[in-house]
């Protein structure tokens, strides 16, 4: 996982229980007649994800001495980044105020980040996170508007919906390659294109359950026709992924049809969450090299996990808590190598990403993947300095390769960004304390 | 936190209300159901949980039915789900979800050997539009389906949907498919809708009565955890359900069929205790290898059986449920208790004096409540505090240092004394204190509910003390909690809100006390708890559709 790859050469995943190399088109610039469109314009979409770890990191081994552009790399940083860093961008010092409500810190931090907006209960989902407003604006022509994935079982990738609406993930990566690569899934330029006329029924259902549900809207209070209006916008998402469905697929010259895995194991030993992580990224970077999606999230794990080394006992959030800081290390020995595992994952993400080559650039320069965490320091669980990373311009919207600190203002200033970045109308983002309208101006070209 | 608060001010004025004795009560003419003059909480469209869905489908369609479950995640308020859905929607990948299990359902009900369940007409080519019995089917189906009547020109909009897609597929029942897919994935279905009469149907001071279709789902889903039955829907269609007498005669026979009210109260506890939540509890399988999903599956399946045996099949108090010594076992279980078992699900009876007494004695509440390798007086604390007696617990601070709590961190044998060391910490007794005592009291058994008499070497001490009350050890614990007041307090809280889909309003306190107070004067029999609500004004009427701006004011 660890090993660095060639920029473009190969999907390496694990399939069906064994690592197996998958060859990518060797095409580079050259489009056959249904690229040509995407080859003239070099209009490639731009795609944003989330990434998510949820212990934190060692300050003193990842966040760098220095600032702005070629940044010093310690080492955990480098664990992450090394061969990207001028394609990533760190950000540290910055903070997630909680607007006086109670410190939940397995979740405060990461709720804080995306939905600008502090949790009053560990249940609590208190509005839509800002991946969703990104969402809206470049997902709402592809097949799925978003795709979440979880490695370690939590139920979403932390990004939600509406208040009260976390966003489903899938924890299998074989369920999450029947959704998009299975019945319907065609690579473009394959073989000749035939409608299926069960797609066409599947959408007259969809209209007709629309139209007999108009009838609802009037009867309801306000709070109910907002939740009622999140359901249409549900059933015209699903419509427009029948309607993908329904017109000939493009070619793109990265896609392909990937082997379904074999087999898979969902344990919550660190190989197997590592593997699941990595057999998600793969299928998730052709689903953007198939123009599938173009917005994913991704949970590495979360804070409260019970991720292990194989044979040990205590989980990883165990030992943020209990493990004994090492006065000579300065950190806590055990619980870093969890640090270096997630930089690992990371970065198999990053070069999975840059194996797909788009024109003259990658997938991954027409990425902007957003890594956020749920702590600084592991044992202090603590809302301030939370270390977030973005990687990708998303095709030439955001400033690459800089260290910039937040001197203790908000995280939702990196969500304000990103969202302005993708054109989300958004002057200011987050409530109260976290409210922000300072954009991240190192960060806009 | 507003519900928080809202909570305790409620149980306040609640306890309050305890004191005063109230007279015998008859069940239906008990206090509660006596008091209509205020506004209930307003109307509550609730998602159906992933239990409900399921079980929906069943009762529809039957239970060899095979579908995807929902992905939708479903969140908790006040400790239940069945709260947490009246805020939840449906999402882009929820919606997906749906409408490939919608397409499941609706290939296996129309399929060549169930359809006649159905169906009773047959169309005239089997590869051809027909109209009329089409209609059949959505005259006949649809409103069982959609949990209400078909409006004016509905049906035969589902009709010529039937029809365009006959045509377009060449196969009459695949039209059919489409529209029993096109009903499974409406908000009738996925939400459990409410609507009320207008404001004038009642007085101005008692708000707006429910519609009979209403009526019947709330009846239906708060005691049999499901959709309305054939008889039930054409009870509310035919106005039965308007008239007390007819609402009274269909809530006793959804009250006398034991075994769907059995699945009722089995979804209700499910809820409550998270019982769902035990099949992914981390647990440290080095240490426990005798924790297999079997056991998980049967320790959850015990406490249910144990439960319904106790309220429904012996009709026996409430609060016995925290001392009876009356369960199941299986063989799965018997190492765990360590006890021998011939049969799966014999009845068995803890030994008298014994350590065990009650559900939260069984291996479901305190292996789900306890860590991956080691037991949690916190945890267990916590649960019973928050969940039995509506004593919510603030979060933990932050950068809270456990090393203390771990067996090998020098600071103690075991966990009474490595927990007061943690509790010297002032910030940390304000809510340990509550906790502790309750938790410690189950430090006889371990990760996976194993009973343990030593802890590193060294005896474990279970006393400590509940409200007034002080106990040597867990066997003084049952009965100090089975008489503590908070506990039928905020069980007659749990089952107000679980029926009625929301949190009670200011308005409602008076009715929960009489509640309580008709509980507490029949015996705490938790069947007649049901059916008290059922019969009051809060769960029959309404303030009307919510509006956003009501939020601020915790409803």
């Known amino acids: 996982m660890s090993k660095k790859l060639g920029r473009r050469r190969v999907l390496h995943g694990m399939i069906g229980g064994a690592a197996v190399s998958v060859g990518l088109p060797y095409f580079d610039c050259l489009f056959n007649n249904h690229g040509t469109a995407l080859a003239q314009t070099g209009a490639f979409p731009a795609r944003f994800g989330t990434w998510f770890w949820g212990c934190g990191m060692n300050p003193a081994r990842w966040v760098p001495t220095t600032e702005g552009s070629g940044y010093d790399l310690p080492p955990e940083l480098a664990q992450g980044i090394d061969g990207f860093q001028d394609r990533v961008s760190v950000l540290t010092g910055f903070d997630t105020p909680l607007n006086g409500e109670t410190n939940h810190p397995h979740y405060a931090p990461p709720t804080v980040t995306l939905a600008g907006q502090a949790p009053t209960s560990p249940t609590d989902v208190p509005r839509s996170t800002f991946d969703v407003e990104i969402a809206n604006i470049i997902g709402a022509s592809t097949r799925f508007r978003v795709l979440d994935v979880t490695a370690d079982g939590q139920g979403s990738a932390w990004s939600a919906q509406s208040a009260g609406t976390p966003s489903p993930a899938e924890s299998s990566p074989i369920a999450l390659y029947q959704r998009v690569f299975g019945t319907g899934f065609q690579v473009g330029g394959d073989e000749p294109f035939v409608p299926d006329p069960a797609v066409m029924v599947r959408k007259s259902v969809l209209s007709s359950v629309i139209d007999q549900t108009k009838a609802l809207e009037s009867e309801l209070g306000s709070h109910d026709r907002q939740r009622l209006d999140q359901y249409f916008t549900s059933i015209r998402q699903l419509e427009n992924q029948l309607d993908v469905l329904l017109r000939e697929p493009p070619d793109l010259p990265a896609c392909f049809m990937p082997n379904e895995p074999g087999g898979e194991n969902l344990a919550q030993e660190i190989t197997q969450v590592i593997d699941t992580h990595n057999l998600f990224v793969d299928l998730l970077t052709i689903a953007l090299a198939c123009d599938q999606t173009r917005v994913f999230n991704i949970n590495l794990w979360r804070i409260f996990t019970d991720v292990r080394f194989e044979g040990e006992s205590t989980g990883y959030h165990r030992l943020t808590h209990d493990e004994f800081v090492d006065p000579a290390l300065g950190y806590q020995p055990l619980s870093q190598r969890f640090v270096i595992k997630a930089m690992d994952a990371w970065r198999y993400l990053l070069t999975q990403l840059d194996s797909i080559q788009e024109g003259d650039n990658t997938l991954l320069d027409n990425t902007a993947v957003f890594a956020h965490s749920g702590t600084e320091f592991p044992k202090d669980h603590g809302t301030k300095n939370i270390p977030m990373l973005i990687a990708g311009s998303a095709g030439g919207r955001l400033n690459t390769g800089l260290h910039v600190r937040g001197a203790g203002s908000s995280t939702s200033r990196a969500a304000l960004t990103l969202q302005q970045a993708f054109g989300v109308p958004v002057v200011t983002w987050g409530d109260r304390n976290i409210q922000t309208s300072s954009p991240i101006g190192e960060l806009v070209p | ?555």
């Open chain 2, 1 to 555: 936190m507003r519900g928080t608060l809202f909570i305790l001010t409620c149980l306040t004025l609640t306890m309050a209300g305890c004191s005063t004795t109230g007279s015998p009560s008859t069940g239906p003419d008990s206090t509660a159901a006596g008091l209509d003059d205020y506004v209930p909480g307003p109307i509550a469209m609730r998602r159906l949980t992933k239990n409900q869905y399921v079980s929906t489908m069943h009762s529809l369609f039957g239970a060899d039915l095979q579908f995807f479950p929902p992905t939708e995640v479903d969140t908790r308020v006040e400790g239940l789900l069945s709260l947490g859905a009246n805020a939840a929607t449906i999402t882009p990948a929820g919606l997906e979800r749906y409408e490939s299990s919608a397409r499941q359902v609706a290939s296996q009900v129309l399929s060549p050997d169930r359809r006649g369940r159905l169906l009773g007409c047959m169309p005239e080519s089997p590869t051809d539009a027909d109209d009329a019995c089409a209609t059949e089917f959505v005259v006949g189906v649809g409103p069982r389906v959609l949990r209400r009547a078909l409006r004016e020109g509905e049906a035969d909009d589902y009709v010529a949907l039937a029809r365009e897609a006959t045509q377009e597929l060449g196969d009459f029942y695949r039209g059919l498919e489409s529209v029993l897919a096109s009903w499974l994935l409406s908000a009738d279905f996925l939400f459990i809708q409410e609507r009320a009469h207008p404001l004038n149907s009642t007085s101005e001071s008692a708000g707006r009565k429910l519609t009979a279709e209403t009526l019947a789902s709330r009846l239906s889903y708060f005691l049999w955890n499901s959709a309305p039955d054939a008889e039930l829907l054409e009870a509310a269609f035919a106005g039965e359900l308007d008239t007390d007498q007819g609402y009274r005669a269909q809530l006793e026979r959804l009250l006398s069929n034991d075994e769907r009210l059995g699945q009722g109260i089995r979804a209700l506890f499910n809820d409550l205790y998270e019982l769902d939540a035990l099949e992914t509890a981390p647990k440290d399988t080095s240490a426990f290898p005798q924790y297999t999903m079997g056991v998980i599956e049967d320790a959850k399946e015990q406490t249910l059986r144990t439960v319904v045996d106790h309220l429904l099949t012996r009709r026996a108090d409430y609060r016995d449920l925290f001392t009876t010594r009356q369960t199941f076992m299986t063989k799965n279980l018997g190492p765990i208790y360590g006890i021998p078992v011939s049969e799966d699900w014999e009845a068995y009876e803890f030994p008298q004096e014994g350590a065990r007494a009650g559900i939260l004695s069984h291996v479901s509440f305190l292996a789900l409540h306890a860590r991956s390798a080691r037991s949690s007086a916190v945890l267990r604390g916590e649960f019973i505090l928050d969940s039995l007696l509506c004593t919510p617990i603030p979060a933990p601070p932050a950068n809270v240092n456990f090393e203390a709590l771990e067996p090998n961190s020098g600071l103690g044998d075991t966990a009474r004394e490595r927990l007061a060391v943690h509790r010297s910490d002032p910030n940390c007794a304000v809510c340990h204190d509550l906790m502790d005592p309750i938790g410690l009291a189950f430090e006889n058994f371990d990760a996976i509910g194993q009973f343990r008499t030593q802890e590193s070497g060294v005896t474990i001490e279970t006393y400590g003390q509940i409200d007034e009350t002080e106990y040597d050890d867990i066997t003084g614990f049952y009965p100090a909690l089975r008489n503590a007041p908070r506990l039928t307090t905020c069980m007659v809280l749990k089952l107000y809100m679980y029926a009625v889909g929301r949190l009670p309003a200011i308005s409602e306190n008076e009715v929960l006390e009489a509640l309580e107070a008709d509980f507490d004067s029949g015996g705490y029999d938790f069947v007649r708890l049901m059916e008290n609500i059922a019969l009051t004004h809060g769960f029959r009427a309404t303030s009307g559709p919510r509006e956003a701006e009501a939020e601020e004011g915790g409803a």
